[in-house]
Every structure is written in C-alpha cells, then in structure tokens.
C-alpha cells in the first residue's frame, strides 16, 4: 500500500468515526421516553390527584424534558405510588443520565419495591457522578449490609465518615458492623461519640446494652437495656427532603408539620397546622400537637384555647390535660395545672410521666410529702426512672433530711451512671453526713462527665469549704 493510500485510507476511518459520533448524539436527542407514567387516580387523595394530574400534563407538553420526569417521579415518590416512580425516574435518567438525584431517588424507589441488587447499582451510578453527598455512602452501606456483605457495607459507612466524622447513619452502621464481627470494645468507641451527638435516644441505649452483653458487662448490659427501645430513626437527608413539597393532602402536611417540629421550626409548624385545623377543626392528635407548638413557643394562652377546643369532643383524652396542665404551669396557674394533671391520671393512671409530672408541681408547691408520693408511683409504673429518684432525693436535701436523700442518688446511680446530678446529689448528702471520702468520689465522677455542670460546681465549692 502506498502513502498516498495509507492517507486515504485514514482519512475515511476519521471521517466514519466522525459519523458514527454524529449519530450517537442524534440518538440520544431523539430517543422517545415514552407516555408519563399514570396510575389508578381514584385510590389517590384528591389533593394529590390533581397535583400529579397537572405534572403530568407538563411532560405531555414537554415530552423530552428530563426534569419533568424526574418532578413528576417525584411527586409519585413522595405520595408513595412507587411503580410509577420507578418508571418516570427511569424515563428521566433516559433524558439525561448525568443527573445523580433521578439515579438516587431511582436507587430509593428499587430498595423499597425491594429490589436491592438494582438500588445499589443505582447508588454506583450516583457516585460516580457526586461522591460527596454523604447520604448515597451511608445507605448504600446499609443495602450491602442487608445482603450480609459486611466488609462492603463498612467501606461504605467509612466513606461517609470521611466525608462527614459527626455523620450518626455512618457511625450507627459501624456500630452494627463492629458487633457482627465480635468487637465490642470499637464498638463502644463509636457508640460514645453517638451519645454525644444524639443524648438519650432509647435505639442507642438498646445498642448500648447488646455492645455490654457481648463485652461481658452484664449488669451494665441490664440497666442499658432498661433504657433501650428498637426503632429505626429517620436520619437526614437532604435529596429526600426536597420531596416534601410534593406531598400534599391532609395526612401528608400533617406528617410534614411533625417533621418541622421535630427539626425546632415551630413557627412554620404552626402556621401548617392552623392551616390543617381549618380543614379539621376537632382533630384532636392535632390539637394536642399544635397546642404543644404554641407552649414550647411561650404562647400559652392560644395554647390552651387550643386544647380545650380538643376537649370538647374528647373530654376524657390524658393528652390533652397533660399538655393543657403545662400551659397552666407556665401561667403560674399551679391550681388548674394541678387539677388537669390529676384528670390525666384519672383516665391512665399507669402513666409514669402524668406522675412524675403531678409530683413536679407538689414539689413546685411546697406538698412535698405528696411529691414524694407521686414520684413513687412514677417510679412503680417505669421501674428505670431516674427522674423521680432524682426529684425526691433533691425534696430531701431541701428538708435537709440528708440520710433519707441518701438512698434515692444511690439508686438512680445504679440505673445510670452518667447522671451528673445524681452523683452531685450524692456527694452533697454525703458531706452533710461526715462521710468526705464518699462524697469525694462522688464529686470525681461528676467531674469526669462534666467539669462545668453548676451544680457540680456549686456542691464542689460546699465540698472545699468543708474540707478547710
């Protein structure tokens, strides 16, 4: 072959690869994604009908829009009418397949149908476009780990804690990871910089005391495990939080105001919810809630119009007399607080907290011989109550009644030993008793779990005086 062929020869393959490049992309601007999808509007709310119903005639005009399909696969999302999701997430990914939220709702829309294979090729696919956004890292190591892979899932939650150390998903899973392979002693590591960051959630005590009982730590395992409850906590995630402006109808913006509350938004909380009582003015899950809005906002008076708006259908609801016995007490209403509380008890009289609440305002009173009765029976209906314990051994130092304090610290340092006031309470009974060297050990411990506590520095100062 000449030179002269060689060049011709060349120049058609550029001139080939050039055309087979031109139809890739022609292709790919004209692939048909197919009708929106639709499903049955007659099972649907009829707020969240017509909202899909308008989505879905904005893809009908703009029939190659991406971002339509996603919208619309969002709304389905959001309104749990998962099928159709998956098909208007995959027909976004078809239009444009460089947008990881299509591939990451996708990824969620395949875990929940239960398809874990194709969400975690979905998260794959979500990584490889943004490898920062820490949520894909931590539940994608929660797949890997349902499928019992657990070297897999725990590169993924150190992923996560690369990017984010404080990430509570991630450390939860390395939790979960360490007590599968049979290493308590890392797993605690993670666990106390959980507490930290998320203090007294029951799900941590409950891992808390399987991390006891495979350390061998069966005591502490007991009192962890008192204090545990199995849940499975919501953890945050920005992507999925932008589906809530999909969610439309009563229930939804009901949930939508508990997540607002929960997130401390109380002022937009309240506007949802006074929204909500227009459409159903006697709801009275919520009343109770928007009622205990408005106290934790200081408007206690709207508070308790509220509430016994909640009485008039449900005279005999302990919620609402709880909620309504916090709204007096902050007016300074003991009397009527008073009176709302023993209503609650009167209809569940097994709650602990009506009783530690009605013990709290005897104690509030100067009744303190009642209270102390009150915090017994908080303490008879939630055997691990620490709260009560605390409550009545404070009633006692007040009377200066040092040895009948005494056992009440002892005890709720039993059931937790990371109660600070618990051991100043302690240590203050103790010195007033003469016995320096227990109330010295007291103030050690309170020490170690918080140096800058007012009342530790306080008893610590009584403590030094003494001592000099």
């Not at 080939?16 to 004209?30: H, N």
Request: one cysteine or more; proline letters at 4%; glycine letters at 6%.
């Amino acid at each position: 072959m000449t030179g002269s062929s060689k060049l011709k020869l060349a120049g058609a393959t550029i001139g080939l690869a050039a055309i087979i490049g031109l139809s890739w992309v022609f292709l790919t601007a004209s692939v048909d994604p197919g009708p929106p999808a639709i499903t049955n509007f007659d099972a649907l709310d009829v707020a969240v009908s017509a909202r899909i119903r308008k989505l879905i005639t904005g893809v009908e005009n703009s029939p190659r829009d991406a971002v339509r399909r996603g919208k619309l696969g969002m709304a389905y999302q959001a309104n749990n009418v998962r099928q159709a999701a998956l098909t208007s997430f995959q027909q976004a990914i078809l239009l444009d397949s460089s947008e990881p939220k299509w591939w990451y709702y996708l990824a969620v829309t395949r875990s929940q149908l239960g398809d874990i294979d194709g969400a975690i090729s979905a998260l794959d696919e979500v990584i490889s476009r943004n490898d920062q956004y820490v949520p894909v890292h931590w539940r994608r190591g929660q797949l890997l780990k349902a499928q019992g892979d657990w070297d897999m899932a725990e590169k993924a939650f150190r992923r996560a804690l690369e990017i984010n150390p404080n990430e509570p998903a991630a450390l939860v899973g390395m939790t979960q990871i360490k007590l599968q392979k049979k290493n308590p002693r890392e797993a605690l590591t993670y666990l106390k910089q959980l507490m930290r960051i998320l203090p007294n959630q029951p799900f941590l005590y409950q891992l808390l005391g399987q991390t006891y009982q495979q350390a061998g730590m069966h005591e502490k395992a007991r009192l962890a495990l008192a204090r545990g409850k199995p849940d499975k906590p919501q953890w945050k995630d920005a992507w999925l939080i932008e589906l809530d402006q999909y969610r439309v109808g009563f229930s939804a913006q009901f949930k939508k105001a508990l997540r607002l509350i929960d997130a401390g938004q109380l002022p937009q909380a309240i506007a949802l919810l006074e929204s909500l009582r227009k459409q159903r003015p006697n709801d009275v899950t919520l009343l109770n809630n928007l009622g205990a809005a408005y106290i934790e906002t200081g408007n206690f008076s709207t508070a308790i119009r509220r509430l016994e708006d909640a009485l008039v259908d449900h005279p005999n609801h302990f919620g609402t007399h709880l909620n309504l016995s916090s709204a007096h007490e902050k007016l300074g209403q003991f009397d009527r607080a008073l009176l709302h509380v023993e209503w609650a008890i009167r209809y569940n009289p097994t709650l602990a907290r009506a009783h530690l609440i009605h013990g709290k305002l005897l104690m509030n009173m100067d009744r303190s011989d009642e209270a102390i009765v009150a915090f017994a029976l908080a303490q008879k209906f939630d055997a691990y109550d620490i709260q009560s314990l605390v409550l009545s051994g404070q009633i006692e130092c007040l009377r200066q009644r040092w040895a009948e304090a005494l056992p009440f610290y002892e005890k709720a340092i039993e059931r937790d030993s990371t109660d600070v006031e618990a051991f100043c309470g302690l240590a203050l009974a103790s010195m007033e008793l003469g016995q320096l060297d227990k109330a010295q050990q007291a103030l050690e411990k309170a020490k170690r779990l918080n140096p800058n506590d007012p009342f530790y520095l306080q008893v610590k100062r009584r403590f030094d005086n003494l001592r000099r």
